[in-house]
């Protein structure tokens, strides 16, 4: 018996049912990354961090916010943040899953309720239970369900604040939350709507503010933003009232004691924001993109969502991780995803659509799906 057998018989469990992970290195034409704008190899980005390194600026941060990791580049990123998205106040965090995490963790109180959409992220649940609320799970995007569920909380004698928690763009289903509705609710209840705009920032709304853009200002609406997926870089910005980010840094464990970002990293997300101001076109080609793949999978049973995040449900572990092999092997980077990623007989291919790809390669795709669903 080794000291971890048990380790090993949870990963002989996790092949027997075609469920066990494995790390490779990328190959083939891009379907399966989150660079929806193409700005991870932009040369943009590169320029300016090779600009902030010519001006000094320090590779790494050397310790936390709160001792002397607090660098020029994370205040300037951060009052930027808050201008571009319209919000009060913004804080860096070094990563998406960090911020959701430290968020949770830190903001509802003890007798407060947590309402999450059922489909949330995993790293919202991480920190749903290191929080003092209450949490539970309300329908995927069914606005009456989170109002029927604070109701009936507050009938049974919840006198703390709701906290409602969604996606406005759900990274396995490409669908959108009815924010407005969700909006309304939080009012009535005299609540706080926390959005995860992780999937819509850069890629929806005026010059790529995201679907929560019309939103942003208020005082009970919190968005999460990151920095890793159409912004191209990496890290995550949490926007809102200026008492949300004191009280991060100073309740936000998460925050406190991690080591800061790298400054040459806000200096990159920096040049991001610019970005998605000054190349609307990259937005326009990246809608053209999800019109002409919707047309060409349609065929092959992949549905119309409107968004870059096309699932083509089949249902069977095995059988998802077969055909994703197979579209692999034609040179298509499309991966499968399979529980607890998903909910179990719901495994699919997450197609991704990304300015890293074209039209033609869409439609080279279409003809090897269907193939390999043949």
Not at 173 to 179: C, E, K, S, T, V
Request: with cysteine; net charge negative.
């Amino acid at each position: 018996m080794t000291a971890f057998a048990a380790h090993r018989a949870d990963l002989d469990r996790l092949s027997a049912s075609a469920r066990r992970r494995t790390l490779r290195t990328r190959a083939g034409i891009d379907f399966a990354s989150n660079d929806y704008l193409g700005l991870a190899t932009s040369l943009r980005l590169g320029d300016a961090i090779r600009d902030a390194l010519a001006r000094g600026v320090a590779p790494g941060s050397g310790g936390s916010r709160l001792l002397r990791g607090n660098d020029p580049e994370h205040e300037a990123l951060e009052a930027e943040a808050a201008t571009f998205f319209g919000s009060e106040a913004a804080l860096f965090f070094s990563s998406g899953f960090a911020a959701n995490a430290t968020l949770f963790a830190a903001l509802p109180q003890r007798g407060d309720l947590i309402v999450h959409d059922a489909l949330i992220h995993a790293s919202a649940h991480d920190g749903m239970r290191l929080s003092r609320a209450t949490a539970s799970a309300a329908a995927h995007n069914d606005a009456q369900a989170f109002d029927d569920m604070i109701g009936h909380w507050r009938a049974g004698g919840g006198v703390g604040r709701p906290w409602i928690a969604v996606e406005s763009l759900y990274s396995m289903d490409g669908d959108r939350a009815p924010l407005d509705d969700l909006l309304a609710i939080a009012e009535r209840h005299d609540g706080v709507l926390l959005i995860d705009e992780a999937h819509a920032t850069g890629v929806f709304g005026a010059d790529g503010r995201g679907l929560a853009g019309h939103l942003e200002g208020r005082d009970n609406v919190v968005t999460l933003r990151t920095c890793g997926k159409a912004l191209g870089s990496e890290g995550a910005l949490v926007c809102g009232p200026a008492v949300v980010r004191d009280f991060l840094v100073n309740r936000g464990r998460g925050f406190i004691f991690s080591t800061a970002p790298s400054p040459l990293i806000a200096a990159a997300v920096r040049e991001s924001l610019s970005i998605l101001a000054d190349e609307p076109e990259r937005r326009d080609r990246l809608q053209a993109l999800v019109a002409v793949a919707e047309a060409a999978l349609a065929p092959c049973g992949v549905l119309p969502t409107g968004s870059q995040i096309l699932p083509l449900m089949i249902g069977d572990d095995a059988r998802t991780m077969a055909v994703a092999a197979a579209v692999q092997a034609a040179g298509f980077d499309v991966r499968g995803i399979r529980p607890p990623t998903v909910p179990p007989g719901t495994s699919r291919l997450r197609i991704s659509l990304t300015n890293n790809a074209t039209p033609a390669d869409v439609a080279a795709l279409a003809g090897v799906l269907a193939e390999a669903l043949r």
